[in-house]
């Protein structure tokens, strides 16, 4: 696990000095603490900070071929490489390492862009091809690794986080407004768009080729549902996918250091740990984390008795309310993009005691999405189910049903029965509703007239899009791709990598190897949600190796209560940042909607993931914005060192 980063002026009689690549990797040190590199051809510039996983000593990056014809800087791990690297030495390649990451430049001199089929992993990396003169980038299939880039007029940059490229002074710094608008319609920013509008993200499964001067993006891999009958029987099924996850959590522990396991007290985490302690011979780490006060699901019993039950060497610990608060300066640096994501607090505190121990780890994230394990999957069914059976009265019973539910305040309730009353593509997809209606709703009220002016519609089209590509799959497979190329990349992996790497610490998820999610793709969705019952047939591939305890326990994840600490232990804190002149000078927000709200929150509750959102919006404003305006003009620097900014200021 690494941070890459790098540029490429497209006029190819430039010449790229080295302290602009080092000036990159400065922001991004915490993801590879244990050496640094950088490699220049005239016109382009590769340069790498090294978290060594594998082949400790042989692994330095950048790293070329033989005769240095290509080079290549990497960020994360192949799992199959050891294989590939038989077949391509069988082919008459030469290697000088031990590493994943020549296995990939012998890969790419052998079979060019379609060396990405053959790796299974998590990836993001950068090739330089100086015969061609051209720059292949490339990204994980469900976006486990991120990679950033900017194209301007006179050049292309990169790196593993958004602060690296925002560290050259010529990447322009211009707000995205529409992309704040999204964000505040999905708590997190969907698709290729981030706050910086010349700054991108390269989606998921694609790769970019930059060569005199044209870049163009292009997909090569998509999540696909079989229409074919499945041939086996559930029972059939579950044996086999025991089988398939045994070897790809094996295939996941391989390092040359440590390893560990993050424990949510889930099947998930739990199921991983159940093959991790058969991977190795030594007694395998787990971690948990819990939280004192507020009236949350406490993790930590739950994972000790999984711990107990494989023979781990169990570590938990426990954050506070002023732990929560005096982190989030801190947390928005690290997660770059504003992410309503308090869960990510949580994994930041449980990856810093992990290194203490191990510099891997390996958890369940993405089982929900591959296997169906959200309530709401289930809920979304059985509404469909009702729907299709009062016909056109549908749409009239939902209405009754969401207007008696918001006169006795069951504001969750009510968003079911608004459900209820138009079809499931129109609801799910579109997000204007679910999960939050609160700034679609008052959007002519709550933003300013400017502010509506600069931004556009929340993203309906991208999800639009996407629901249009599986319209003919079942409604559960809409939701699982839907979620699966939004949720999952765009918010849930974003805080697994940036918190992890935040302590030097490469997090490993196998559930999200590509295998197991096209497996679960091929079931028929019954397997996976029956009535009340999601993930049936993982929980029946585990069923006589976990606690039953585990396997019956409602979903809770890390639990954090942040509710309550928003609501009374700092609300005069959020509403002196919220309602300050700084905030308001941004033009943004009507500052009597947003005292309203704050307002409404302390007296009822319910605006949590509402409040925390323009918390962290605000503190991004003041970490990227106005920090980026102090050091570019008093020191004539770029931004690109962390200095928080109190949240109390």
């Known amino acids: 696990m690494c941070g890459i980063a790098g540029k490429l002026v497209f006029d190819p009689e430039a010449r790229i000095d080295r302290a602009e690549i080092e000036t990159m990797l400065i922001p991004i040190a915490h993801r590879g603490p244990d050496s640094q590199g950088v490699h220049l051809d005239r016109n382009a510039g590769l340069g790498h900070c090294r978290l060594s996983i594998i082949d400790v000593e042989g692994g330095s990056q950048p790293m070329a071929n033989e005769d240095e014809s290509v080079w290549i800087v990497f960020n994360g791990e192949i799992y199959n490489f050891q294989s590939l690297r038989q077949d391509l030495l069988a082919r008459g390649h ?10 990939i430049i012998h890969l790419y001199e052998e079979h060019g862009t379609d060396c990405l089929k053959y790796l299974r992993g998590m990836f993001a990396f950068a090739i ?17 690794k991120p990679l950033y880039y900017c ?19 010529e990447v322009p710094r211009e707000i995205n407004h529409a992309a704040i608008r999204q964000f505040l319609s999905f708590h997190y920013v969907p698709g290729e768009d981030t706050l910086f509008r010349a700054v991108k993200k390269l989606p998921p499964g694609h790769f970019l080729l930059a060569q005199d001067g044209n870049v163009t993006v292009q997909r090569y891999w998509d999540l696909k549902f079989s229409r074919e009958r499945w041939p086996k029987t559930f029972d059939e099924t579950a044996g086999e996918l025991r089988e398939l996850l045994g070897s790809t959590v094996r295939d996941h522990m391989i390092a040359d250091v440590p390893v560990g ?41 739950y994972a000790r008795m999984t711990a107990e039950r494989f023979g781990t060497e169990h570590y938990d610990i426990s954050i ?14 690290h997660m770059e993009e504003p992410v309503c994501e308090p869960p990510a607090v949580a994994l930041y505190y449980v990856s810093k005691l992990a290194r203490n121990h191990v510099k891997v780890l390996l958890s369940g994230e993405g089982g929900d999405e591959a296997f169906a394990g959200y309530p709401n999957y289930a809920n979304l069914l059985r509404l469909e189910r009702l729907r299709s059976i009062f016909g056109p009265l549908a749409r009239p019973a939902g209405t009754a049903a969401s207007m008696t539910c918001k006169l006795f305040g069951e504001t969750r309730l009510q968003r079911y029965g608004e459900a209820f009353g138009r079809p499931l593509s129109a609801h799910y997809f579109s997000r204007t509703s679910w999960p939050s209606s609160f700034f679609n709703q008052r959007a002519q ?12 519609t929340p993203p309906a089209e991208f999800i639009a899009e996407l629901a249009e590509s599986v319209k003919d799959e079942s409604s559960l497979n809409q939701m699982l791709y839907v979620d699966t190329k939004t949720w999952l990349p765009d918010d849930l992996l974003i805080k697994a990598d940036k918190m992890t790497m935040a302590n030097s610490l490469e997090l490993r998820v196998p559930l999200l190897d590509h295998v197991v999610l096209e497996f679960a793709a091929a079931l028929p969705p019954d397997f996976k949600v029956r009535g009340r019952e999601t993930k049936r047939v993982l929980k029946a591939a585990f069923a006589a190796v976990l606690p039953t305890e585990v396997l019956n326990r409602r979903k809770a994840g890390f639990p954090v209560p942040y509710e309550s600490w928003l609501r009374r232990e700092f609300k005069n804190e959020i509403q002196d940042i919220l309602l300050s ?23 009822m509750g319910n605006h949590a993931k509402e409040i925390f959102s323009l918390l962290v919006l605000e503190l991004w404003h003041r970490q990227f914005v106005d920090l980026a305006v102090v050091n570019t003009t008093e020191s004539g620097r770029p931004f690109v060192t962390r200095e928080l900014v109190g949240v109390g200021n």
């Open 94 to 103: 030469v290697f000088r390492s031990r590493t994943d990451t020549e296995v």
């Open 128 to 144: 330089w091809d100086a015969k061609r003169r051209r720059l292949f980038m490339a990204r994980d299939r469900v976006g486990i």
């Open 151 to 169: 194209r301007n007029q006179n050049a292309l940059y990169f790196a593993s986080e958004l602060k690296a490229v925002i560290a050259d002074a």
């Open 261 to 301: 396991v993050l424990l949510s007290g889930g099947v998930d985490s739990s199921a991983v740990l159940s093959f991790a302690v058969q991977g190795t011979t030594k007694k395998v780490k787990t971690f948990t984390v819990g939280f004192d006060g507020g009236n949350v699901v406490d993790e930590r019993p």
């Open 320 to 333: 506070a309310s002023d732990d929560f608060w005096n982190f989030l300066p801190t947390y928005v640096w």
């Open 445 to 456: 009220t709550f933003f300013t007239p400017g502010f509506l002016e600069n931004a556009a």
């Open 581 to 603: 002149d700084r905030a308001m000078s941004r033009g943004f927000f009507s500052k009597n909607e947003v005292s309203r709200l704050l307002q409404a929150n302390v007296r």
